[in-house]
Nanobody, 123 residues
Framework: QVRLVESGGGLVQAGGSLRLSCAAS????????MGWFRQDPGKGREFVAA???????KYADSVKGRFTISRDNAKNTVYLQMNSLKPKDTAVYYC?????????????????WGRGTQVTVSS
């Protein structure tokens, strides 16, 4: 069983920064790909970024160059540093664990999810 708890969301002005954290329980955390997704009301869950155990990363084109995903396997924590935030980044952000060890962007490939943290960017 894996439990994921996100934190670090909030209200920020356009151009500002936030750092999201995702604390994971479970001994196998370090073996799997971890990802961040986001969702607006009435829309599907959108891939944001993912990181493999090796540190290899993948980003959505919409956040490339602005967001950075990282992980600390010793602390069972994955982070999402978000810079140059835009109003269109407003969403609930979810941390998730992939079923495997190869990065995927499909939500259906992630088997454990946190409850999400709200990020609101004002113009």
């Amino acid at each position: 069983q894996v439990r994921l708890v996100e934190s670090g969301g909030g209200l920020v002005q356009a151009g500002g920064s936030l750092r999201l954290s995702c604390a994971a329980s479970g001994r196998t955390f370090s073996s799997y790909v971890m990802g961040w997704f986001r969702q607006d009301p009435g829309k599907g869950r959108e891939f944001v970024a993912a990181i493999a155990r090796s540190g290899i990363t993948k980003y959505a084109d919409s956040v490339k160059g602005r967001f950075t995903i990282s992980r600390d396997n010793a602390k069972n924590t994955v982070y999402l540093q978000m810079n140059s935030l835009k109003p269109k980044d407003t969403a609930v952000y979810y941390c998730a664990k992939d079923v495997g060890r190869v990065i995927t962007t499909t939500p259906g490939r992630y088997d454990y999810w946190g409850r999400g943290t709200q990020v609101t960017v004002s113009s």
